[in-house]
């Protein structure tokens, strides 16, 4: 089945079926740029979350790697949402193709940081995430790394990039990876959540946060998922990285070192985030939420911040190097 024919009746039907439950009529489309996501209801009135993920962005293995390390943290006690078991005994169903998974809804506003016991909260949060990721490897799973998952964008996008502006690109990124490979080589690869930004953890009050949306697990560096947490530049948030690292190590230790690829990471993320967006410019919703994307303004600008990115990293590894 072509995934943009996909229809709320059809997901409804496919969960139903999965779970061996009867739903109401009700559906409600959630926000997501690249799955299908809605929220159904059973007629006893659980409400259920149905994601079903788009062909091609995830192998299926990919995805258990996720549905495996979820149920891990959870079984370590860690505040997430695991996805439900299906009546085949497993946590990943298929329709016409398609796979899709069942989650119980859990509602929270999005975490407020506003002391220094926040961010003590969360790097002990965090450092008890990483202990789980560290007990093994996600083996279908990207490595967050200038050579592998860079590297592997880059190839992807000089298919995608118009050639005027393809070569600037290319240069931009090639100098990344010689710069930056060999900061990563001696660092320990994890699995952590991959995309840790403020957005992706909920506070239930008195249930205390939730982490969600572990859809970009990854293995790599576990300051990964600290400087997406950051109001600012390392520069300027020195002071909430020591009491999120105090946090970190009251559970595990947290190597400052590490500190130094913030800024490759977040070229590595922009990098990333267009080669994500280019494989999904056939998607109508995509172009309707992104009208502008691929035209000539677009890719000079794109060409713009990555090259003002890279001074931030040249920078970076500078001032490392006194």
Known sequence: MNFEQLTPDQMLNAAEEATG???????AQLPSYINR???????D???LIAKFYRPGRWSKDAILDEHTFLQELYEAELPVITPLRLSNGETLGVHDGIHFAIFPK?????????SFEDWLRLGTLVARIHNVGASHAAKSRI??????????????????????YRSSYQKLV????????????HNK??????????????????????????????????VQDLWLLLPD????????????IEGYEQFRDFDSRTLRLIEPLRAMRMIYFLGWCSRQIDDHQFRKNFPDWGTDSFWKKEINDLSEQMMFVREALESDSH
């Open 21 to 27: 439950t009867l739903f109401t009529g009700f559906t």
């Open 37 to 43: 996501v809605y929220e159904f209801r059973t007629r």
């Open 45 to 47: 009135g659980t409400r």
């Open 106 to 114: 859990r509602a929270g506003r999005q975490l407020e940081i506003n």
């Open 143 to 164: 490595v967050l790394s200038p050579d592998q998952s860079t590297r592997n964008d880059l190839d992807f996008l000089n298919k995608i990039i118009p050639s005027p």
């Open 174 to 185: 090639n100098e990344l990876i010689d710069l930056c490979t060999p900061l990563f080589d």
């Open 189 to 222: 690869e994890i699995r952590i959540h991959g995309d840790l930004h403020i957005g992706n953890i909920l506070n239930r009050m008195e249930e205390g946060l939730l982490v969600i949306d572990f859809d970009d697990m990854a293995m790599g560096p576990a």
């Open 233 to 244: 530049r390392l520069e300027k948030s020195r002071e909430e990285v020591a009491l999120f």
